[in-house]
């Protein structure tokens, strides 16, 4: 929802109107779609939690045997 928002404001300020031309324009100036966005900071987010200390891991493996119990 907030990612047409975004497509909205580039085809007004970029005077595109077709699907295909706002896609070529966000990819020239760099502006990714949000979901991709937000994918991409997530998996940072958990990449850098799991690296961060060896008790998270202790955490995590007990929380994942008591899970499939």
């Known amino acids: 929802m907030l990612d047409n928002g975004v497509s909205k404001a580039i085809a007004k300020i970029f005077?595109?109107?077709h699907g295909d031309n706002i896609l070529s324009v966000r990819e020239f100036v760099n502006?990714?779609?949000l979901t991709d966005i937000i994918e991409e900071r997530k998996?940072?987010?958990v990449d850098r939690l799991l690296l961060q200390s060896d008790s998270y891991n202790v955490v995590l493996s007990v929380f994942a045997s008591n899970l499939f119990l």
């Open 15 to 17: 005077s595109v109107a």
């Open 31 to 33: 502006v990714p779609r």
């Open 43 to 45: 998996q940072k987010f």
